[in-house]
Each structure stands twice: as structure tokens, then as C-alpha cells.
């Protein structure tokens, strides 16, 4: 009996699930697979990984604009579909891209640090988002604009990192080279993830949304 259950409570999760959410799945696991080729650089250092990471990230974004218009075509959004998006999208466009920073030699304790306050601002963009998203709609059912700008935006972060590893600017060759400010040592090129975090987390900067 409790077998029975446990496989009918299974099966009625599968049926909430909706076309988009399946979709939003895929995003979560094209940047995890991005995290793996991540891993995989750091430990062969080939240029080759990180392109398909990159490309990875390209087809999660893309997969993220897919199901934010199947779920309004087919009149399907939910709260469930609302979290499986913000989730995927940590995973895509806020863990993604630090590990990939940090695999193309962005490794100093300050690197480390500031790369964490990347993801750390996407998390809290993301939850923010969620909490005041019924607020922002203002009974319309959709959200005007967004507080911030909306992590997928990363992506272009890391399409400049697929363009380091082209032109074989990683590791010792990264462009800026490296500072150091006392205890303070890190590669300058990290805070352009300090100031994408921060454009994240912003209150006063609202973007209309499509």
C-alpha cells in the first residue's frame, strides 16, 4: 500500500509539470553541464571545454526564452514553473559563469570572493524577484519591468571568457594581469562580476520587460 502511494504521489508530480517546466529543466542542466566542462578545463586546460560550456550557457538562455513564451502562449504559468525557472537560472547564469571565470585563472582568494558575491547577488536577484512579482504585476498578471537587471545577462560574461580562451588570453595571460593592494591580490578582469552582481541587486535601476 504505501508503495502504491509513494508511485501515485510520483506520478501526480509528473502530471504538474507543463511544457515550459520541461523546458526550464533543460536550462537547469545545460549549465550544469557547463560546471562539469568547467571542472574538465581546470584539470586538461583545453580551450575546447570552454567553448562548449560557453555554448552550453548559450543554450540555457535560449531554453529560458523558450519557456517564459510557451508558458504565456499556452496560458500555463505557475508557481511551481515560477521556482524551477529561478532555480535553473542560478545554476545557468550565476554558477555557471563563476566557476567558468574561475577555470580560465581567476583563482586568487580575492577572485574567489568576489566570484561568490556574483552568485550571491544572483540568488538574492532571483528571490526578490519572486517575492514581489504578484506585487509588481499590479493585478495585470504580468511584471512591467524588472528591479535589476535579470541574471541571464551573465551570458554575455561569459561569452568574453569563450573569447579569452580563443585567443588563448587565460590562466598567466589574462588581460589586466594581476593587482595587488596589500593582502588584496586579484586579476581586475573579476570585477566586471563584482559590477554585473551589483547591477543585479539594484532597486533603482528598472528595466521594462518584454
Known amino acids: 500500500m504505501k508503495t502504491t502511494r509513494r508511485r501515485s504521489r510520483h506520478f501526480s508530480m509528473i502530471r504538474d509539470f507543463h511544457l515550459a517546466d520541461f523546458l526550464t529543466l533543460a536550462n537547469g542542466v545545460c549549465g550544469t553541464a557547463a560546471i562539469f566542462l568547467a571542472m574538465d578545463h581546470v584539470r586538461e586546460a583545453r580551450a575546447d571545454k570552454v567553448y562548449a560550456a ?3 550557457v548559450v543554450g540555457g538562455l535560449c531554453f529560458d526564452v523558450m519557456d517564459g513564451r510557451i508558458a504565456r502562449w499556452r496560458h500555463k504559468a505557475s508557481m511551481l514553473g515560477r521556482e524551477l525557472d529561478s532555480l535553473a537560472d542560478v545554476i545557468s ?3 555557471a559563469p563563476a566557476c ?3 577555470a580560465v585563472g581567476m583563482t586568487t582568494p580575492s577572485d574567489a570572493l568576489v566570484l561568490l558575491y556574483f552568485v550571491a547577488c544572483g540568488i538574492s536577484r532571483l528571490a526578490r524577484y519572486n517575492v514581489t512579482a ?12 524588472f528591479e535589476g537587471t535579470p541574471i541571464p545577462t551573465s551570458a554575455l560574461l561569459v561569452l568574453v571568457m ?6 588563448g588570453w587565460t590562466e ?3 588581460p589586466l594581469g594581476i593587482v595587488s593592494l596589500g593582502p588584496v591580490i586579484l586579476h581586475p578582469l573579476v570585477l566586471f562580476f563584482a ?8 532597486k533603482t535601476l528598472r528595466i521594462p520587460k518584454p
Open 162 to 167: 569563450v573569447g579569452l580562451a580563443w585567443r
Open 172 to 174: 598567466a595571460e589574462l
Open 195 to 202: 559590477i554585473s552582481g551589483s547591477l543585479m541587486i539594484s
Open 100 to 102: 567558468l571565470a574561475y
Open 134 to 145: 504578484e506585487a509588481l504585476s499590479e493585478g495585470a498578471g504580468k511584471v512591467r519591468y
Open 93 to 95: 547564469f550565476g554558477v
Open 54 to 56: 560557453g555554448l552550453l
